[in-house]
């Protein structure tokens, strides 16, 4: 267990001092430098004293997309989920606003913010606003402007495509969804797709008639997709098919099996998420870990470092993910990329 003396010795402050901030001493008048320092040294420690022993801090999150759009995507209704319990351990009072208006009458109550998701520009004015504490999951509009904690698309999409080649697959598919421009409502390519095409290029072995993208991140864009492959390619499938998120995998799945497709005997498949329904689906999914709760943990302890520290300095931190191997594609060896 971390003690006062330990948080003295390292903060460079005596005992007393440190006891008296942390024990909530009402007559005790201190420096906000000073404060902020042990604040920051007992956080970074570990520190567990007396029940509120550290300041509450409000902070608000901000989620992009719809609450009915949450409910369709369970990986944004887990990062709510992780959000609230990293924001609990490190003593942080979550608000969840569904509109960025909605905090305007409390800004000053609000120490800093999370924003989960793509945001129009004006929204992203509004932001800046706010607090200049921000830190972004999943997306970064502005690395300039704002920190960020992101999965790091390029390596899952990347090693998928080295897993495959590594069973000798030389025909390799791609199925997911699209960007929509938030002001426009105008479509774009999405990441990994955007990355699938690049490395597939430079290896010579781009076939576009094995790429499949449309709609949004969902099982029915999936399911939809899957039927456009069937029809299309019929008996002509790629060796594998990486495809963008664990719903439309379900999608596909069950367009598969409708229509006689097996996987992986027919076609492999690797996916990304790892939600709890990728395990039971038939075949189970083999599919790339995000680990949302690592995600939300070291975003709420930028936002909390900032905080204490006044630091703006702006950081993009990108997060590895593990492949969980299941039946829908088994490498030929034990090694993974």
Request: with cysteine.
């Amino acid at each position: 267990m971390v003690t006062i003396r330990e948080i003295a010795k390292k903060s460079g402050y005596s005992a007393a001092t440190v006891s008296r901030l942390l024990n909530n001493d009402p007559t005790f008048s201190i420096a906000d430098e000073t404060k902020n320092k042990i604040l920051k040294v007992a956080t970074d420690l570990g520190y567990v004293g007396r029940e509120n022993q550290l300041p509450v801090r409000n902070i608000a999150i901000f989620f992009a997309i719809t609450p009915k759009e949450e409910l369709e995507d369970v990986y944004f209704n887990g990062i709510r989920k992780s959000l609230k319990i990293a924001a609990d351990k490190m003593n942080m009072n979550a608000i969840f606003y569904n509109n960025v208006s909605d905090v305007a009458p409390t800004t000053s109550q609000i120490d800093g913010y999370i924003a989960v998701g793509s945001f129009k520009d004006k929204i992203l004015v509004e932001l800046k606003k706010i607090s200049d504490n921000g830190i972004f999951i999943d997306t970064n509009p502005d690395p300039t402007s704002f920190s960020s904690v992101q999965p790091d698309i390029e390596n899952i999409t990347t090693r998928a495509i080295k897993q495959f080649r590594a069973n000798g697959f030389k025909n390799i598919g791609f199925i997911g969804g699209c960007n929509f421009n938030p002001d426009t409502g105008k479509v774009s390519l999405d990441e990994r797709e955007r990355i699938f095409r690049n490395y597939l290029r430079e290896l010579g072995l781009l076939q576009d008639k094995y790429i499949f993208s449309a709609g949004h991140f969902s099982v029915n864009t999936g399911y939809e997709l899957g039927l456009k492959v069937v029809s299309t390619l019929k008996d002509d499938l790629p060796d594998g098919f990486f495809i963008a998120s664990d719903p439309i995998a379900i999608g596909v799945l069950q367009a598969f099996n409708e229509h006689g497709i097996t996987v992986p005997k027919d076609t492999s498949i690797i996916s990304v998420n790892d939600i709890d329904v990728a395990k039971y689906v038939s075949p189970p999914l083999t599919t790339f870990n995000i680990d949302l709760n690592e995600m939300s943990r070291i975003a709420i302890n930028i936002l909390n470092d900032n905080i204490i520290s006044k630091n703006s300095i702006r950081r993009r931190i990108l997060i590895n993910s593990e492949l969980v191997v299941r039946k829908s594609f088994i490498p030929s060896n034990t090694s993974q990329f």
